[in-house]
């Protein structure tokens, strides 16, 4: 945004402004209106600016105290021209009308921008119509810079106050977009309780959760495997939209796999006292609990038909009838649903309402399985280990061997995660309560291997010997092969190490094949391996690899 207080000196094109007459602000009051602040008068009363045409809208119902306007104008700016034009506005406040009439007004004036220079005034007017013309300008439906008139220190005074010039060039917000993307890029983070995933899939997912928990209040329904992070995502969803001051009651949560027969309606919508045996006292039930806030009901495919159909209701009338009552109860309240089950199949079984699942299947989100997210592992390990240090009440660390070895296991098809992210944290916090000192080393991590093969009844994963050679040649890399390519690698580094040049390790390797090709090249053909992976011969003969298992 730019300021000056004069908004155009030394202009060669005439000036023309569009402005609305402001029957508030521009009518005065009688012989006495002179004493009183007039911003279109102000404007057109500035030493520096000489406005050469005035464009001025009005109602067609102001028309006579914006023909004195005009007449006015004349005594105290005679060199500029006045034209008046009358719109027809029912509700100067109602936006999609006063949009409606600028456009069409835009559209239709004969703008010349090599010829004149435009600017709007938008001092005056309801604050609607200022907004528009912003939006009119912004996107060039009217080429002008907005113009805004300032009272003096005293309304008294019969000076005319400032102008300041508002100049559109959009480059100059960048720093604002930033302020928006930084601010999402927060939001984003929040949701990911500031884990840094490498997902590309769930960070689209997460991506879309966030412009949906920010722009709506319609249900949410989150579906994935048991474990794989419903009710964390959607305590976090609650606290973002606390922090964005979106809502301002409570989070009740409510497990409906733990609501069975008649006790559920009560848990749910409450009952009225003596409403059945042992109701000795009323209950307002969950739903009231979260009136103003937020509802998440985990499992929701557990509930059964009565609940199931007096939730409908309530979602869509807010209102509700508790067990024993004879007045409905309202609860305004926004919801997140969560279910392992595929509903669809639920109500092809008749076991779930289809009219309830079109309700809260509006805005529908799956999360991945952790086998689905293994390049997520790493980030989440991060996490789990700061989690359980502050659990245990120490700071948890792991030695670069052992969490070698325990990505290794973990992000391969050993690791079977059942229980997804819950199986995931309990196994890291039994490291960290078991590690020495506070610091998990490689024999804590292989104690926690050995547990998961003797409860999966599977054969122990053979130990990686490749595994420090690959990792010594490639770094972290190493961690990302293909078993495959790891054991063919591994072997082609061992080779080359064994022999004195890269002629003598391509004759040993392609010791069969080279005799049925035309070109016995072996040299070239082993060179053009290595690269694929970022190796040399040269760079293999001059590692440490006097430690390294080479038989």
């Known amino acids: 945004m730019d300021s000056t207080s004069a908004p155009n000196p030394g202009e060669t094109r005439p000036l023309v402004v569009l402005g609305m007459y402001g ?74 009308e006063v949009f409606g009439a600028l456009h069409d007004f835009a559209r239709a004036y004969p703008f010349d921008p090599e010829a004149e220079d435009y600017r709007i005034h938008i001092t005056t007017g309801t604050h609607v119509m200022q907004i528009c013309w912003f939006l009119l300008a912004e996107s060039r439906h009217i080429p002008a810079r907005l113009v805004q008139a300032t ?45 840094d995933t490498k997902s590309p899939a769930f960070n689209r997912l997460i991506a879309s959760i966030e412009r949906v928990a920010l722009r709506t209040r319609e249900p949410m329904l989150l579906t994935g495997p048991t474990g794989a992070g419903k009710s964390r995502l959607a305590r976090r969803i609650y606290a973002l939209k606390r922090q964005r001051r979106q809502i301002e009651g409570p989070l009740v949560e409510v497990n409906c796999a733990t609501l069975r027969g008649d006790g559920a309606m009560s848990a749910l919508f409450g009952h009225t006292r003596g409403a059945f045996t042992g109701a000795a006292g009323a209950r307002d039930g969950l739903l009231r609990a979260a009136d103003g806030g937020l509802l998440f009901l985990d499992e929701i495919g557990e509930l059964g038909p009565d609940e199931q159909a007096m939730l409908l209701g309530a979602i869509e009338r807010k209102v509700f009838l508790p067990v024993g009552a004879d007045r409905e109860a309202r609860s305004d309240f926004q919801l997140i649903a969560g279910t392992n089950r595929d509903l669809d199949d639920e109500v092809r079984a008749g076991r779930f309402r289809a009219d309830l699942l079109a309700r809260i299947d509006l805005w529908t989100f799956r999360l991945p399985a952790l086998r689905e997210r293994r390049e997520d592992i790493a980030p989440n390990l991060d996490f789990e280990l700061t989690r359980c240090g502050e659990r245990l009440g120490a700071r948890i660390t792991i030695n670069r061997e052992a969490r070698r070895r325990f990505l290794a296991w973990a992000e391969g098809p050993e690791a079977r995660w059942p229980g997804n992210f819950r199986d995931f944290g309990a196994a890291v916090m039994r490291m960290a309560t078991l590690a020495p000192a506070g610091r998990i080393d490689r024999a804590t991590v292989d104690e926690e291997v050995a547990r998961d093969v003797a409860r999966r009844g599977a054969p122990p994963p053979a130990e990686d010997t490749d595994a420090p050679l690959l990792t010594a040649a490639l770094g972290a890399t190493a961690l990302t092969l293909d078993r495959f390519d790891a054991v063919q690698l591994a072997e082609v580094i ?13 004759r040993a390797l392609f010791a069969v094949s080279r005799t049925r090709r035309k070109s016995n090249n072996d040299s070239d053909r082993l060179r053009k391996y290595l690269a694929k992976f970022g190796l040399s011969f040269e760079a293999i003969q001059q590692m440490p690899w006097e430690q390294m298992p080479w038989e």
Do not use: N
């Open 23 to 96: 029957a508030t602000l521009d009518k005065g009051v009688g012989p006495k209106r002179w004493h009183r602040w007039r911003p279109t008068v102000a404007l057109c009363s500035q030493p520096d600016l000489v406005v050469r045409r005035l464009e001025l809208l009005h109602d067609r119902a102001m028309t006579r105290s914006a023909a004195q306007l005009v007449d006015d104008l004349a005594a105290v700016s005679p060199e500029t021209e006045v034209i008046l034009r009358p719109l027809a506005l029912d509700d100067p406040w109602d936006f999609e």
């Open 494 to 506: 061992r080779t080359c190490r064994r022999h004195p040049s890269l002629a003598a390790a391509g």
């Open 151 to 195: 009272p003096p220190d005293r309304w008294d005074s019969g000076q005319p106050g400032g102008v300041s010039t508002i100049d559109l060039d959009l480059s100059r917000y960048d720093a604002i977009a930033r302020r928006f993307a930084a601010e999402r890029a927060e939001g984003l983070a929040f949701l990911k309780a500031g884990i």
